[in-house]
C-alpha cells in the first residue's frame, strides 16, 4: 500500500505544486535568518509579495510552536478542489487537537 500513495503523490501535479509552495515559504525564511541574498527563490515569494498586503504569521511547517489553538491549513492552487482542501484541512489539525483535549482531561483529573 505504501508504494500506491508514492505513486499517487509522484502523479500528483497538484500535490506536486503544493509541496513546491511550502518549500518556497520555507526557504524565504531560512532567507530572513541567514541574512538576504543567502537563499535564491526565483519562483514563487516574488509573486506572493507583489500580491499579499501584509507580512506572513505562522503556517504549514512550523517548529517549535506551542499553544492552546490549532492552526491547520493548505496550498490553494487552481487545481485544488475546494471540498478536499476542507477535509484535508480537518485530517491535519486532527491529531493536535486530540492530544490538546487528552492533556487538558488528564490536568483536569489530576487537580
Same mark, same amino acid.
Request: aromatic fraction near 8%; charge should be negative.
Given at each position: 500500500?505504501?508504494?500506491?500513495?508514492?505513486?499517487?503523490?509522484?502523479?500528483?501535479?497538484?500535490?506536486?505544486?503544493?509541496?513546491?509552495?511550502?518549500?518556497? /515559504? =520555507?526557504?524565504?525564511?531560512?532567507?530572513?535568518? *541567514? @541574512?538576504?541574498? !543567502?537563499?535564491?527563490?526565483?519562483?514563487?515569494?516574488? /509573486? =506572493?509579495?507583489?500580491?499579499?498586503?501584509?507580512? *506572513? @504569521?505562522?503556517? !504549514?511547517?512550523?517548529?517549535?510552536?506551542?499553544?492552546?489553538?490549532?492552526?491547520?491549513?493548505?496550498?490553494?492552487?487552481?487545481?485544488?478542489?475546494?471540498?478536499?482542501?476542507?477535509?484535508?484541512?480537518?485530517?491535519?489539525?486532527?491529531?493536535?487537537?486530540?492530544?490538546?483535549?487528552?492533556?487538558?482531561?488528564?490536568?483536569?483529573?489530576?487537580?
Amino acid at each position: 500500500m505504501p508504494h500506491y500513495f508514492t505513486l499517487l503523490l509522484s502523479y500528483s501535479e497538484k500535490d506536486q505544486t503544493e509541496n513546491l509552495i511550502i518549500v518556497d /515559504l =520555507l526557504r524565504n525564511d531560512l532567507g530572513r535568518v *541567514r @541574512g538576504p541574498g !543567502s537563499v535564491y527563490v526565483p519562483r514563487l515569494m516574488e /509573486l =506572493l509579495d507583489s500580491l499579499e498586503s501584509c507580512s *506572513r @504569521g505562522i503556517y !504549514s511547517g512550523c517548529i517549535g510552536y506551542f499553544s492552546s489553538c490549532v492552526g491547520a491549513g493548505g496550498a490553494i492552487i487552481a487545481l485544488s478542489n475546494p471540498e478536499e482542501e476542507y477535509k484535508e484541512m480537518l485530517l491535519k489539525a486532527r491529531a493536535p487537537v486530540i492530544v490538546m483535549v487528552m492533556e487538558h482531561h488528564r490536568n483536569t483529573n489530576q487537580n
